[in-house]
């Protein structure tokens, strides 16, 4: 109808769209739900926090109170003094048990991981009868407390009229470093791709330049971390130690030994203080190296080192 009125303004005429790019409104969350929201991170840093506190905390005061001018360890503290490290330093006795083991984690390192990287290759790339047997009694002695073995040690070299040395001590920390080795060395070869090794045979490649080429290149964190864990079991092995050790000390025997005197705890502290930093310095060291050599520029060759590459 012609004379019909139009609609009133507003009613009938369409919104404009929204613009496609128009921010979306924002969601008001509330203050329970944000907390809830960052509990999982607060919580694992905690955790991370007191793992570390608990790992670490101990060496730490060790460290500190090395340089206290005081014998005991004790609050208040007394004064700075380098004096501790200097009576460590005067100790004959420090000196040659601290010498003693290193000649010997040296010596027992370089055999297990020779011996421990072949037993892993025979282990993980050959087929005969009784593999599994064999990988068992390996596992087995992982799991024998360390004064068992030293005792068992003991026993041994007695029957057969061996005189105890740092001969029978190197030999004992062989026994339970060697299947650390396997372990770690075997568990890099498991999740290393054959195919790899089947191409360069095909190619024309001997089996020493296989594994001098194509194997040692992709298990070198496994051997490297292999390295790390013999040496530090030997260093740090006490119980075998003494009981297989007759009158040559490694320095964690010549520490019990001294620590009957309580004046002696300072000098214990330096000489502990100085071991623990050079053994961290060796880690960064061997992680400095395998980055050079693989020539990356982040963290998994630190990872790789620690964990022996099974990841």
């Known amino acids: 109808m012609a004379g019909a009125a139009a609609p009133p303004a507003g009613l009938g005429a369409r919104r404009p769209a929204a613009a496609a790019d128009d921010p979306p409104p924002p969601v008001h969350r509330s203050l329970g739900h944000r907390i809830r929201g960052r509990l999982p991170g607060l919580a694992g840093g905690l955790l991370v926090a007191f793992v570390m506190l608990v790992l670490f905390g101990p060496v730490l005061m060790l460290a500190l109170f090395s340089f206290n001018d005081s014998s005991i360890i004790s609050l208040p503290w007394e004064g700075f003094t380098t004096k ?79 005189q105890l040395s740092l001969t029978t001590i190197t030999l004992m920390h062989l026994v339970v470093t060697f299947p650390l080795v396997v372990a770690i060395v075997s568990a890099g070869l498991v999740r290393f791709q054959r195919s790899l090794e089947e191409a360069a ?14 194997v040692l290149p992709q298990i070198g ?26 009158f040559e000390q490694t320095f964690p025997v010549w520490v019990f030994s001294i620590l009957r005197q309580s004046e002696n705890l300072p000098v214990v502290n330096a000489v502990s203080t100085v071991i623990a930093a050079a053994q961290i310095l060796a880690v960064f060291a061997g992680w400095a190296l395998m980055k050079r050599l693989s020539k990356s520029d982040d963290d998994e060759s630190l990872t790789g080192l620690l964990t022996g590459g099974t990841r």
């Open 84 to 162: 501790w490290y200097e009576e460590a330093w005067a100790n004959g006795q420090a000196r040659d048990a601290v010498a003693n083991s290193l000649i010997v984690a040296t010596v027992v390192m370089v055999l297990s991981v020779v011996l421990g990287t072949m037993a892993a290759w025979g282990l993980t790339r050959l087929r005969f009868r009784g593999r599994g047997m064999v990988a068992g009694l390996n596992g087995a002695v992982l799991v024998v407390p360390w004064l068992i073995i030293g005792v068992a040690g003991l026993i041994f070299f007695s029957q057969l009229q061996v």
């Open 201 to 214: 045979i095909d190619l024309g490649a001997t089996q020493l330049q296989m594994l001098r080429y194509v």
């Open 221 to 246: 964190p496994s051997i490297a971390a292999a390295s790390i864990f013999a040496f530090a079991w030997s260093f740090n092995n006490f119980e075998i130690s003494f009981f297989t050790g007759g």
